[in-house]
C-alpha cells in the first residue's frame, strides 16, 4: 500500500567508471547531527557490518562541486550529481579537483579502504569537514553512494526541487557483503516487460545493493530474446503470453541495451534459456525441434512440465548451439543459466544425455553453465552451479554436490520465490510454495537453509519473481516491496546481525517515506511499523 501519486520514478541514467570522486566546498553542519540525522544511520539497509555513530555532520549546499581525482570517476560523478541535482536544486558542477587551500567535500577514493573490504565494500566516513568513501573497486564506491543516499532524507528520492536539510549525518561505517552473488530473477517470458520496466527493475536491485539481475527470457508462453539464425522464435514465440497478450521480446540492440544499463550498476545480467523444458514457444515456432515434425500450438495457461525439445534430433543441438552461441556473444558476465526444470515428458536417461550436451555447449561458447538444482541428475563437473529452488530443506542430491565442490545459489521457493503471495487474500501471486510474509522472507539464513550444505559452498541468495499473474510494472513493485529488501539484506550483511527480526522491521519500515516519494506501489505489511 504506497500513496502513489506523491512522486515519481527517477529518470534512467547513464553511469559507470571509475577512480576518485569528491563533493567539494560545502559548509559543515554547524555541531553535531540531529535526531532524525541519527535515526537515518540506525535505518540503514541493509544493516552494515560496523557503523559507529559521530558527533557532527556535513551539509550539502548550493557552494557543493563534485571533483573527480587523479584518478578518472567522471561516470560515477556524474550519477551522484544527476540524482542529487533534482531535488537539491543545487548545481554540483563536475570538477577535476578542488581549489589549492580548500578542505572539505565528499570524496571517493579507490585508495586505504583496507583488503578486507573486499572489491564490493567500503569505509565511509561522516565528519564537519566533509564526507569520504574509500573501496578497493569502483563497484565499493558504488556501494558505499548507495548509502550515502539513505543517509539523506527521503526527499533525495525527488523527481522535483524539495526543501530539506541536506545534512550527511556524522559517521563512521565499515562495510562488506557476506556473499559474494546476491541476484534477483525477472520472468519476462509469461508476461513481456519492456526495457524501461527492466531498466526500473535494476535500479531497485542497485538501491539495495544486489549484484545479479537473473533474466527469465524463454519459456511455454513466450521466447522474448531475438536470435538472428532462427528469426520465427520472435515472430512466432513472442507473439504472446500468459492471457493471450500480444507478448513481445527484445531486439539484439536492446538486449545489449539492458546490460549496458545493469553493467553501470554494477550488476550482472544472467540470461536464461529454459531448456529441454519450458520451451513450448520453440516448438510452436519451429516444427523440426518437435519429434513428429509438427509445430505445436502455442500456449497461453499457466501449467509446467508438458513440453520438451525432442533429444533424440541432432538439429535440436544444432538449435542449442546457435542460441547460446548469439545470447553468449551478447552477454560479457561469466554465466548462462539453462533451466532444466520441470522436464517430466522424457525419460532420466534423456534427460541426463541432454543436459550433458547442453552443458558442454555452454562451456564451448567460453560461459560457466548454471541451472535449477535438476541440472544436477547428469552428475555434472564441479563448475556447474545448480540453483536450489525447492520449499523445503532437505535436498541430499544438492547436499551431496556441494561435498564434491559445486557451488550453490540459494532461492528456497518458501522463502525467496517473491510471487508468492502475502496472505491468503493477496490478489496477486501464486501459494503451492506456502504463503510467504515480509517475516518470512527474512527469517531464514541463505547460508545453512539447505541441510548439509556449508555456508562455504552457498555463493549466495536470489530472490525469483514469476510473472504467471503480474502484468505491470505496478505488479512487480507490489511483490518486490518490502520482502526484497529483507533478502538483500541476507545477501549482504554478516549473519550476526540479520538473526534480530524485531530491528529490521523497524529498520525496513522507515524505507516507506523513501518508497512513497518514488511512487513505487509496495505492499503496507501489517507486520512493519510503518512511520
Given at each position: 500500500m504506497s500513496n502513489t501519486g506523491m512522486g515519481r520514478r527517477r529518470a534512467l541514467q547513464t553511469i559507470g567508471g571509475i577512480g576518485t570522486l569528491s563533493f567539494g566546498i560545502g559548509s559543515a553542519a554547524a555541531q553535531g547531527s540531529g535526531s532524525s540525522d541519527t535515526r537515518r544511520v540506525e535505518n540503514i539497509v541493509p544493516i552494515p557490518v560496523e557503523t559507529e555513530v559521530t558527533s557532527a555532520g556535513y551539509e550539502i549546499t548550493d557552494e557543493t562541486a563534485i571533483y573527480v581525482g587523479e584518478t578518472p570517476a567522471t561516470d560515477v560523478a556524474k550519477y551522484l550529481a544527476n540524482f542529487f541535482r533534482t531535488p537539491t536544486g543545487y548545481e554540483l558542477p563536475i570538477r577535476k579537483r578542488p581549489p589549492r587551500g580548500s578542505t572539505g567535500g565528499i570524496s571517493l577514493r579507490l585508495a586505504g579502504a583496507s583488503d578486507e573490504v573486499g572489491e564490493e565494500g567500503y569505509r565511509l566516513q561522516v565528519n564537519p569537514s566533509g564526507v569520504t568513501i574509500r573501496a578497493n573497486a569502483p563497484a565499493g564506491l558504488?556501494?558505499?553512494?548507495?548509502?550515502?543516499?539513505?543517509?539523506?532524507?527521503?526527499?533525495?528520492?525527488?523527481?522535483?526541487?524539495?526543501?530539506?536539510?541536506?545534512?550527511?549525518?556524522g559517521v563512521q561505517i565499515r562495510d562488506y557483503p557476506r556473499f559474494a552473488y546476491r541476484g534477483a530473477h525477472l520472468d519476462v517470458a509469461r508476461h513481456f516487460f519492456d526495457v524501461d520496466d527492466v531498466k526500473q527493475y535494476i535500479d531497485y536491485l542497485a538501491q539495495y545493493k544486489a549484484n545479479h539481475l537473473h533474466l527469465h527470457l524463454t519459456d511455454d508462453q513466450g521466447w522474448r530474446i531475438e536470435i538472428e539464425s532462427w528469426p520465427k522464435l520472435t515472430e512466432i514465440g513472442g507473439s504472446t503470453e500468459v492471457g493471450g497478450g500480444e507478448g513481445g521480446f527484445y531486439t539484439q540492440d536492446e538486449y545489449r541495451e539492458i546490460v549496458e544499463y545493469a553493467h553501470e550498476r554494477f550488476i550482472t545480467v544472467v540470461p536464461e534459456i529454459d531448456m529441454p523444458g519450458h520451451t513450448n514457444a520453440a516448438l510452436a515456432s519451429y516444427a523440426e525441434l518437435n519429434c513428429d515434425g509438427e509445430r505445436e500450438d502455442l500456449y497461453t495457461g499457466t501449467q509446467v512440465g508438458f513440453s520438451s525439445l525432442c533429444v533424440d534430433k541432432e538439429i535440436t543441438y544444432e538449435f542449442v548451439d546457435d542460441v547460446i552461441r548469439e545470447v553468449a556473444e551478447l552477454t560479457p558476465g561469466p554465466y548462462i543459466h539453462i533451466g532444466?526444470?520441470?522436464?517430466?515428458?522424457?525419460?532420466?536417461?534423456?534427460?541426463?544425455?541432454?543436459?550433458?550436451?547442453?552443458?558442454?555447449?555452454?562451456?564451448?561458447?567460453?560461459?560457466?553453465?548454471?541451472?535449477?538444482?535438476?541440472?544436477?541428475?547428469?552428475?555434472?563437473?564441479?563448475?556447474?552451479?545448480?540453483?536450489?529452488?525447492?520449499?523445503?530443506?532437505?535436498a541430499p542430491e544438492v547436499a551431496e554436490a556441494a561435498q564434491k565442490g559445486n557451488e550453490i545459489i540459494a532461492s528456497p521457493a518458501s522463502r525467496a520465490y517473491l510471487d508468492m503471495k502475502y496472505h491468503e487474500d493477496t490478489e496477486l501471486g501464486l501459494d503451492w510454495a506456502?504463503?510467504?510474509?515480509?517475516?518470512?522472507?527474512?527469517?531464514?539464513?541463505?547460508?545453512?537453509?539447505?541441510?548439509?550444505?556449508?555456508?562455504?559452498?552457498?555463493?549466495?541468495?536470489?530472490?525469483?519473481?514469476?510473472?504467471?499473474?503480474?502484468?505491470?510494472?505496478?505488479?512487480?513493485?507490489?511483490?518486490?516491496?518490502?520482502?526484497?529488501?529483507?533478502?538483500?539484506?541476507?545477501?549482504?550483511?554478516?549473519?550476526?546481525?540479520?538473526?534480530?527480526?524485531?530491528?529490521?522491521?523497524?529498520?525496513?519500515?522507515?524505507?516507506g517515506p523513501r518508497w512513497d516519494i518514488q511512487d513505487i506501489n509496495y505492499y503496507g505489511s501489517s507486520q512493519l511499523p510503518w512511520p
Open positions: 558504488f556501494a558505499g553512494v548507495q548509502t550515502l543516499r539513505q543517509l539523506l532524507p527521503p526527499a533525495v528520492e525527488a523527481d522535483s526541487v524539495r526543501a530539506a536539510d541536506w545534512t550527511v549525518p532444466g526444470d520441470e522436464a517430466y515428458v522424457i525419460t532420466d536417461e534423456e534427460y541426463n544425455y541432454f543436459m550433458e550436451r547442453a552443458i558442454d555447449i555452454v562451456r564451448d561458447h567460453g560461459k560457466r553453465p548454471l541451472g535449477w538444482h535438476q541440472i544436477l541428475g547428469p552428475d555434472p563437473e564441479t563448475d556447474v552451479i545448480p540453483q536450489y529452488w525447492y520449499p523445503g530443506s532437505e506456502g504463503l510467504t510474509s515480509v517475516r518470512e522472507a527474512y527469517d531464514w539464513d541463505p547460508g545453512t537453509f539447505i541441510e548439509g550444505v556449508n555456508e562455504s559452498s552457498i555463493m549466495g541468495p536470489e530472490t525469483a519473481l514469476w510473472a504467471e499473474t503480474l502484468e505491470t510494472l505496478d505488479d512487480i513493485e507490489f511483490m518486490l516491496f518490502p520482502r526484497f529488501p529483507a533478502i538483500a539484506e541476507l545477501g549482504w550483511s554478516p549473519d550476526t546481525k540479520t538473526d534480530d527480526w524485531e530491528s529490521f522491521r523497524e529498520r525496513l519500515a522507515t524505507q
